[in-house]
């Protein structure tokens, strides 16, 4: 993946126990969060040393927040900017419907699909939107079940 910095994107690094998590985002607000994974680790080492130019605000707030979250604490990750734009306009509605699922709480996939618009119906094309979630924790697809 190539960084325009003319984009003005950025990455950002957070450590934890269960390993680095990697984040980019540009103007707009974060687009991708890659999860530590053994597999990943040669993507995350070129992301890394392709670009890391932090922007004022969010991106500081998106690090605070993320460690208050492992730290075990109660967050909302509803306050910082999500970029959505990689998405179909029927993912993005998904995705923006089960970033509202609050702290604590599920929903089925059924139930989503009828919150986001939809037909029950339509509960196995939502459980695929959410399989391509590129911003796992900002948009918690792990509260649908």
Known sequence: MKHNVAEKTFVMRFSHPWGVFVMEGGPHGVNRIHLPAPNTVHDVCALLTSLERPLPGWPTRLYHTLHRYFSGERTDFRGIPVDLSSGTEFQKQVWRTAREIPYGHTVSYR?????????????????????????????????VI
């Open 111 to 143: 139930a989503l699909a009828v919150r986001a618009g939809f037909s029950p119906s339509h509960a196995r094309a939502v459980a695929q939107a959410l399989a391509r979630n590129p911003i796992p924790l900002l948009i918690p697809c792990h509260r």
